[in-house]
């Protein structure tokens, strides 16, 4: 599922404000104050030297005049104030985006019923270890995804695209997917019958489940019209460590990558149609909604109890 693209890699476009207008606080503060600083220091000097004069000469000055000046001299041009201000919240916001979390928008139902359609939800940057922003590049290890995480990736084929699927496989996994259950290494995945789900967006219904997925409890959505088999030419980096047939598929997940699914399993476009994810494309687990878009402009409060965390 497509998560957000904001004008192309909103991650560059906030770290080059972050340089913009770092660049112009810092040069306010080690230049261009000490210059109004010292010109003011002369114009005062000049400014008291002749108020001395004049009263020596009988006459009485306003001494609010001096300390207008002073003001003035030692204001920030509109160019500085205008920019340079900006700095230290654009700094905040970029390390909080960059290193601890970062909110997403859910635009699809690939991960009905776990995320709805226009679940605002927020991303642990860290958990998975932490990166560089913008290379996304690893510097230092914390934790692996696990199955059941529910984790935010850079689509493989296009990096300009942030998806967030349920981890199903992890390297070294053997999936299985026949007649629309799992078998993970060789052991079945187990599921408990649910009322059936309607999809509001799509107004129908579909069989819904409770997936044990090697512990890790959570909700699933199947479609009865659709069919087992993947459809598609099935071709994506390492496609040799999977089989199709018409019940399904089997892949075996290689090192450094994960296999990932959308919990309304036949509404979604995952690795079983792309194929696996690297970990060099992860950008975090997803662990909580903090709002639902509609309670926001469709005044929904019945979306309200959306917010919490999720399975």
């Known amino acids: 599922m497509n998560l957000q693209s904001i004008l192309g890699n909103f991650a560059l476009i906030l770290f080059i404000l972050t340089i913009f207008t770092g660049a112009i606080w810092f040069l306010d503060v080690f230049v261009l104050a000490k210059q109004r600083k010292a010109a003011a220091d002369a114009a005062l000097a000049e400014f008291d030297s002749r108020r001395a004069k004049l009263s020596a000469e009988g006459l009485k000055l306003e001494t609010s005049n001096r300390e207008e000046l002073k003001a003035t001299l030692l204001r920030q041009p ?159 980096p390492q496609s040799e460590l999977c089989s199709y047939d018409t019940e399904g598929f089997t892949c075996t997940v290689p090192k450094g990558h994960y296999f990932m699914m959308g919990d309304n399993r036949d509404n979604s476009a995952d690795s079983r149609y792309w194929g696996f994810v690297p970990d060099e494309n992860i950008v975090g687990k997803a662990f909580g909604i903090w709002m639902n878009q509609n309670v926001i402009t469709n005044f929904d409060f019945s979306k309200l109890k959306r917010i919490g965390s999720f399975q």
């Open 78 to 236: 509109a160019w500085v104030e205008y920019t340079g201000s900006f700095f230290p919240v654009i700094l905040l916001v970029f390390c909080l985006r960059s290193f601890l979390y970062e909110p997403f928008k859910i635009p699809s139902s690939s991960m009905l019923p776990t995320l709805l359609v226009g679940d605002l939800i927020l991303v642990n940057k860290f958990t998975y270890g932490i990166r560089l922003p913008i290379l996304n590049k690893k510097i230092i290890e914390i934790n692996q995804p696990q199955r059941g995480d529910v984790m935010v990736f850079k689509y493989p084929k296009d990096m300009s695209l942030d998806y967030i699927k349920r981890v199903i496989g992890v390297p070294g996994d053997k999936i299985t997917y026949k007649n629309k259950r799992l078998t993970v290494n060789g052991q079945e995945v187990t599921y408990k019958e649910l009322p059936d789900f309607l999809d509001e967006e799509r107004l129908t219904y579909a069989k819904h489940y409770e997936e044990n997925l090697t512990g890790v409890h959570h909700q699933i959505l199947n479609d009865e019209r659709a069919p087992t088999y993947v459809s598609g030419d099935h071709y994506f």
